[in-house]
């Protein structure tokens, strides 16, 4: 909950609880902290989830996205030599490499999978995956 | 302006209509949604645009997204996404952006012919430099840097 504040950051803040909002209505100088999640089995993200750094823990997982909805973002991160893969919702409506109409997107390769990741946002009628990689040289694969 | 929830993020809010913070003044575990808007012909995006993520959705012909003057950027990011197989160029004012191992680029080029689409940059400027950070959809694409 919120409580008084002790230490300034660099954001404004409305009554010390709340962001403040400049004359353009942005938060300036946003100061946050992600909400971090680790998974270790396949999972279905949900809406709420929207700001969520995904964690890929143990094994192969396979995020599937929920249903399109714009502004939704999610960060997806693979910390270890596991597959880390992303479905759409619907198949077809995932943006890939020079394809407008995937299904699914993943690092596939053994020995380069640490590390890489994906931003994926909506605008509410495709997702479209921004590719970490964590090597200079890394395999994607998309159907 | 806030409005009342009807559903609960992991967030906590303040009296349920605005984000709260924390006693460091954090936004902690932010729950947030893009602003998406699509281009189907070029733009010069507005300062108050900052934290939106365009995209060339539905674009015929090659986009052009124009930054605003580095002078006013301090704290500003966009978003672009190639989401047609058109060229996609982010133009700075001259010699005011860093990329791809250039300190005064101007632009940032997308037109691969094999690579056009799937391609994402986030630009974040400092009222000094604007500061390029490509995210390309395979190994293969060509930047293009000038």
Redesign the interface.
Known sequence: ?????????F?D??K????AIDD???I????????VSAKAADYTVVA?????VFMQTVGDVNFTLPDR?????FWFIGTTDHEIMLTSDTAGKM??????AIDTIAFTTAGEQEGCGF?A??????W??????GL?????TQA | MPIPITRQTHMDTFNGMAPAVDADHFIDKLAFKFHVVAKTASYTPKLRESGTFFTTEGASGAIVFTLPAVASSDGIVYWFYSAEIQNMTITAPANTMVAGSDATATNVVFSDATGKCGNCVMVVGNGTLWHAFPMTAQNDVVITVT
């Open positions: 909950m919120p409580r008084e504040t002790t230490r300034q950051t954001m803040v409305y010390g609880k709340t962001p353009d209505k942005q300036d100088n946003i100061a946050y902290k992600m909400r709420k989830d929207s700001g969520t909805e714009s502004g939704l973002i943006m890939g490499f020079n394809d407008v931003m946002f909506s605008d509410g009628a495709f479209y995956p921004c590719i970490i990689k200079a040289t890394t395999t994607l």
